[in-house]
C-alpha cells in the first residue's frame, strides 16, 4: 500500500459538510432507493437465492395439478388448474417473504448495518429499501407462475386489465405482508429461526385456505378459520380477476388486511430494529 | 478553553450484570490521535459505539464536534466515520459499489459518489480489486476497504475499533500511516487497541481502561514513564553464555536497574532482559555482544505488554483479576 508516499490533495478535511445538492426527492425515499439497489445487486449476484420464487413454486404446482388434482377434481386437471395457480400464486407470496426477514437478520449479524446507523439516514431507511426490493422477487413469482402455468393448460378467462390487476394486487399484498418477516427478522436471534416462525405461521394461513379445495368442503370450524384467514379473499380476488367471477367483496378485504398489515407491522418491525443494537 | 473535539462525562452503561462503562470520561483535542487503551472487554468498543451515537448511554454526557451525542444523534453522524472491531463490508457488493453506497447515503450525486470512490480505493490500494465482490478479498483488503468506507464523507472526527486486530505487522504498518494521513490532513482519531505499543506509535495521549473505568491518561512518555519504558531482550544461542549476557546488559541499564533472566510465565526461558532509557543501550549492547563473540538468537527493544502496563498501574495482573 502506497498510503504513507502519496496523499491527494483530494483528501483534505472540510471543516463544514461537503455541500449537498438540493433534491426535491424526501430522504427517506432517496435513501431507501439507494439501499435498495445495494438488496437488487446482491438478488442478481446470488441467483439461487431467487430458488423460492421460481423452482419452487413451479414443483408445487405441478404436484398439486397432476398428483393431487385427479382426485380433488374428479379427473379434470384443466379445471382444478384453473381453480389452483389464483391460489397458488397468493401462497407462493406468502412464502416468499420470509427470505427478506432471515436475509436482515443475516446483515444486522454481519455488522452490516452498524455502518448504516452510523450514518445521517433515517432509521427505517434500510428497513424499507428492503423491502422495496423485495417487489423484484414478487414480480418473478407472478411471471414465472403464469408463464409455466399457460404452458401446463392455464388459460386467462378475464382479459390483459384483470390480468395486470391480479399481478399489481399479488405484489402490493407481498410488500404489505412481508413486514411480518421483517419484524420477526429483527426478534429473532438466527436466520435460521426467522424460517423456522415463519413457516409455523405461513403454512397454516396457506393451506388453511380456499387455495387448494373450495371451502364448502371442510368441517365447520376450520370453515371458520378460513373466513377469518387473509389469504382467502386475497385468493378470492385473484381468482376473480384471473378466470372471472365476483371481485369487488374480496377486493376490498383484502385492501383492508394490506392496510391492517402495514399498521400494525411496520411499527413493530421499526421498534425492534431500534432496540436491536 | 481547550478545543475539545470529543467530550464525554460520566458514561455508564449496563448490559444485563455486567457494567461495561463505570463513569468513563473522555477528552481528545482537535488535529490529535486518542488512544484509548485496554484488554477484552474493558469496555472499549462500548465507548465508541456511545461516541459514534449506535448506543445511548444510561447516564453521562457527550459531545463529539460540539455536538450533543445524545440530543442530535443526525448530526453526529454527519461528523463522524466509524470502523468497527469487524469489517462490515457488504460481501456481495464489489468495491466501488460499497462506497458509492455509503456515499449516495450521505447525498452525494451519483457521479460525486463514484469519483470519492476511485479516490479512496486508489489511496487505499484497492483500485485493481475495485470491480470485484468484497467476498473475494482477504482481510487486510476488508479492513481497508472498511476504513475507506468510514472516510467517504471526509469525517471530522474518525472512530477505529481495534483497527489492527488480526492483521500481520506489514499490514499493521499500512493502517498506522493511513491514521498518519488522516490526521496530517486535518481529522481527529479516536482509536482503540490492546497493544502499548501501537498506542505509542500514533496517539497524542493515552487513555487506559478497565472494567469500564478510565485508570490512567497521559502522554505516551508521561505514561512510559510510569508503567517503566522499553525493555532490551537478549537471547544467546549457547545457553551456557547467559551469565555473560547479563553482564552485558547490566552495563547498559537504565538508572538503579540490573538485568534478570526471563521467567515470567509464558515466556521461553534462556533470554535475559533489562529495562532501558534509550536506543543508545540497543547500540551499546551490540558493540560488547560481537566484541564477546557472542551469537544471538533474539535481541530486541519491547515496550511493556499490556499485562505489564495493568500489572503497574493496578498492582495486580490482567489474568488475576479475570479469576
Known amino acids: ?277 | 478553553m481547550e478545543d475539545l473535539v470529543v467530550r464525554a462525562e460520566g458514561l455508564r452503561k449496563r448490559f444485563g450484570k455486567t457494567q461495561a462503562l463505570d463513569g468513563v470520561d473522555l477528552a481528545m483535542r482537535r488535529g490529535t490521535v486518542l488512544g484509548v487503551l485496554g484488554p477484552n472487554g474493558a469496555g472499549k468498543t462500548t465507548a465508541v459505539r456511545v461516541l459514534a451515537t449506535l448506543l445511548r448511554p444510561d447516564e453521562g454526557s457527550a459531545f463529539v464536534a460540539g455536538i450533543d451525542v445524545l440530543k442530535r444523534p443526525q448530526d453526529v453522524r454527519r461528523v463522524v466515520g466509524l470502523t468497527g472491531q469487524y469489517a462490515s463490508v457488504d460481501e456481495d457488493l464489489t468495491g466501488v459499489q460499497n462506497l458509492v453506497l455509503i456515499g449516495r447515503l450521505l447525498d452525494m450525486t451519483g457521479r460525486d459518489a463514484r469519483q470519492r470512490a476511485d479516490e479512496l480505493l486508489a489511496w487505499f490500494d484497492l483500485a485493481e480489486a475495485g470491480q470485484r465482490p468484497a467476498k473475494t478479498y482477504s482481510g487486510g483488503m476488508r479492513r481497508r476497504l472498511d476504513l475507506a468506507a468510514s472516510l467517504v464523507g471526509h469525517p471530522e472526527v474518525i472512530f477505529l475499533d481495534e483497527p489492527t486486530t488480526g492483521l500481520d505487522p506489514a499490514k499493521r504498518e499500512d493502517m498506522w500511516g493511513v491514521v498518519r494521513n488522516q490526521v496530517a490532513s486535518g481529522a481527529s482519531v479516536l482509536l482503540t487497541t490492546q497493544y502499548l505499543e501501537e498506542a505509542d506509535a500514533l496517539a497524542d495521549e493515552i487513555v487506559v481502561v478497565n472494567h469500564g473505568k478510565v485508570i490512567a491518561h497521559d502522554t505516551p512518555d508521561g505514561l512510559k514513564r510510569r508503567v517503566g519504558g522499553q525493555t532490551l531482550r537478549v537471547r544467546p544461542a549457547d545457553q551456557s553464555r547467559l551469565p555473560e549476557v547479563l553482564q552485558v546488559l547490566d552495563a547498559v541499564a537504565a538508572p538503579g536497574m540490573t538485568a534478570v533472566r526471563d521467567e515470567a510465565a509464558g515466556s521461553r526461558p534462556g533470554a535475559a532482559s533489562v529495562p532501558v532509557t534509550g536506543d543508545a543501550a540497543l547500540a551499546g549492547a551490540i558493540t560488547q555482544l560481537s566484541r564477546s563473540g557472542i551469537e544471538v538468537t533474539e535481541l530486541a527493544l519491547h515496550l511493556p505488554s499490556l499485562d505489564e502496563v495493568f500489572h503497574t498501574l493496578t498492582g495486580r495482573t490482567k489474568t488475576e483479576e479475570l479469576v
Open chain 1, 1 to 277: 500500500m502506497s498510503t504513507q508516499t502519496a496523499t491527494p490533495p483530494a483528501l483534505t478535511h472540510h471543516s463544514v459538510a461537503p455541500d449537498r445538492p438540493k433534491r426535491s426527492m424526501p430522504a427517506l425515499i432517496r435513501h431507501s432507493a439507494a439501499l435498495a439497489q445495494r438488496s437488487l445487486i446482491k438478488t442478481i449476484r446470488t441467483p439461487e437465492a431467487l430458488i423460492d420464487v421460481t423452482i419452487q413454486p413451479v414443483i408445487f404446482l405441478l404436484l398439486f395439478t397432476y398428483l393431487f388434482g385427479g382426485a380433488i377434481a374428479d379427473g379434470d386437471r384443466h379445471a382444478y388448474l384453473q381453480f389452483l395457480l389464483p391460489g397458488m400464486l397468493a401462497q407462493s407470496l406468502a412464502m416468499g417473504g420470509v427470505a427478506l426477514g432471515q436475509n436482515l437478520n443475516a446483515d444486522i449479524e454481519k455488522g452490516v448495518f452498524d455502518r448504516f446507523r452510523s450514518l445521517p439516514i433515517s432509521r427505517s431507511a434500510p428497513l424499507v429499501g428492503a423491502v422495496l426490493a423485495d417487489v423484484i422477487r414478487y414480480l418473478t413469482v407472478c411471471v414465472v407462475m403464469l408463464s409455466f402455468g399457460t404452458i401446463m393448460g392455464f388459460r386467462v378467462e378475464t382479459g390483459v386489465v384483470p390480468a395486470i390487476a391480479a399481478v399489481a394486487l399479488s405484489i402490493g399484498f407481498g410488500l404489505c405482508f412481508c413486514w411480518i418477516s421483517v419484524w420477526v427478522g429483527m426478534l429473532a436471534r438466527t436466520s435460521g429461526a426467522v424460517q423456522g416462525i415463519m413457516f409455523l405461521l405461513v403454512l397454516p394461513l396457506t393451506f388453511g385456505s380456499n387455495v387448494f379445495v373450495s371451502s364448502e368442503t371442510l368441517p365447520g370450524w376450520l370453515q371458520a378459520f378460513v373466513a377469518v384467514n387473509p389469504i382467502t379473499p386475497l385468493v378470492g380476488a385473484i381468482r376473480g380477476l384471473l378466470v372471472g367471477g365476483p371481485v369487488a367483496g374480496d377486493l376490498l378485504q383484502t385492501l383492508a388486511w394490506m392496510a391492517g398489515l402495514l399498521v400494525v407491522f411496520v411499527p413493530l418491525a421499526l421498534r425492534a430494529y431500534a432496540k436491536r443494537a
